[in-house]
């Protein structure tokens, strides 16, 4: 057996290696860090190809594909949703990522990314909160306690200074979980038994609750001027969180206009429905907030260019930590003509 | 450390193994079979969900995904071109790709594409070639030397029952290379110093050379009449490698048609230009080759659902030969929605 080239092994980084990836780090300042990666990639934005994600939509979930490029670097996303997954035992979203160079296609890492796009998710909606939301906010509700919610609940500390969060989901048992995993993390933890009680005085909503469906989490009378709303769970066709009624009176932000009008809150809205991309606030070239009294809306759906600026985090992370492996993935003979000698010589 | 579940990891198919994988049941056998499960999905075209690949272009190549499904099972393959890759010790195309549950969304299979993509490419021209090339053909011209010439070569002994080999490439140490590896095979190998030379007597001229650019690799007059031609190295915009004149007086079959309009040889002719698609051949509903005088045209780009065959036929050997390792690639926490909760305890 021949051992194969360098070339032939593309970085690996499995849960296990992710997982101790962020003990390494610390998980407030993996949130802090790559929320400032991502916030540097939505500065640069006019630089990637961007196109909405490629979706096969089957009647229990979906599975998608996210690319995007800077001209240097490449990648892309895998990931499900299957709200049913839970019943079964499985997460309803799971996920893995690649980077490639542009230069040769080689690929130059390969990830999980189910607990990355936890991560990427939070820091991407906390960094959107610090330009959006009012300023001194302290006190968040967070309505859906599953997988995602401990991650939003400490990026919103870590990044935007949150000190109490308020839980509210549909299943009891959710929030408790939820509550056990914040304990003793630094926040004030308060569960709550209906929405309208999460909500009390909260002047940031986050949203992030699972169903496929129509759903309204949140209603007109619900929110009070002045809120930020971070909308994380509305994030394909046939799913949403909020009233209509929100949506037009709401300032609404968003990441990629072409993939939010598919997926996001503003699918209810019509097609010409002003919006602002978030990247254009960032960069000082549209308004944020204007007024302390405006409700402001982040219909986040989760786009491509915050898992590149995610993966390129853990990459850049791999020489000090070695907390990876070498898979065997690229077929590299010597003479690159030569494929056909190469498996004939490996016997 | 706790141990990952089950659900945690997805069956991996290292090149390591690819390679071991296909002499353990034989190369012309893996093409005969292969060919068969291709064929197989042809014939349930209409079941597929089909798109053009979403290629990112850059100035030395592309970088493509190419994605599937038959609501069972989802697919997609990742794969790069890079012509000029050769000259830095590259290979042009690598290659991996990936098999899921469309019930769960979960990966169930990722594998190494490189070789199973010349694998599968050979299987499809062969496949095609039953079809279209005029009967009793034994005579092959190959144009274009590189890494997948062999593939070519074996795939059309075993499945077509050529019997010689005309080969040709503007690099005489890729047509030398190419011979050494098809000696001893059971078929007459001719190494030729011109396009001209390689055609005499061919009832099948395959065309699988790499350059990015309009090339004229065939021009009219060196087709004479009956010949089948496999025009494989046409993949691309701004890729082809026959005149027009040729396109023009030739039956001209293709896998998807909205892909192949974008990429193949019929790039060169109007988006009107009548073609038959290879699937309704197989199935008897559109004709394959009239008469013995024909000239017949495969203008092959690859389509996704070539890939998705060669994919599941590569997971249905896994269980008898054990060639494959576990990927520890998907977060499963034991409760579903205790994602944060598996990371904490990860310490």
Redesign the interface.
Known sequence: ?IT?SH??FVP?V???N???L??HIG?ERVLTEMAAEIEADFRRWPDF?K?PR?A?H?D????E?M?T?D?ET?G?K?V???PG??K?????V?A?G?L?D??????VLLS?M??LT?LRTAATSAMAAKFLAPPGAATMALIG???????QALGFKAICGVTEVRLYDIDAA?TA?CA??LAGRGLKVVTCTTAEDAILGAQIITTVTADKQYATILTDNMVGSGVHINGVGGDCPGKTELHRDILLRSTIFVEYPPQTRIEGEIQQLSPEHPVTELWQVIMGTAPGRSTVQEVTLFDSVGFAIEDFAALRYVRSKLAETGLFTQ???????D??????????R??
């Open positions: 057996m194969p070339l032939a690996f499995s849960v296990h992710m997982m101790k962020v003990h998980l190809d196109t490629i096969a089957s229990v979930g979906v599975i594909l690319p490029s001209g490449y892309f895998y499900n949703g299957h997954n839970m079964r035992g499985l997460q309803t799971t893995f690649l490639a542009v230069a040769t296609g080689y690929p999980e189910t607990i936890a306690n599953g997988a995602q919610a401990e991650f959710a979980k056990d995993n898979l065997d993935m690229i077929a590299d003979p003479d690159p003509r030569d494929l056909f000698g190469m498996l004939m490996a016997i």
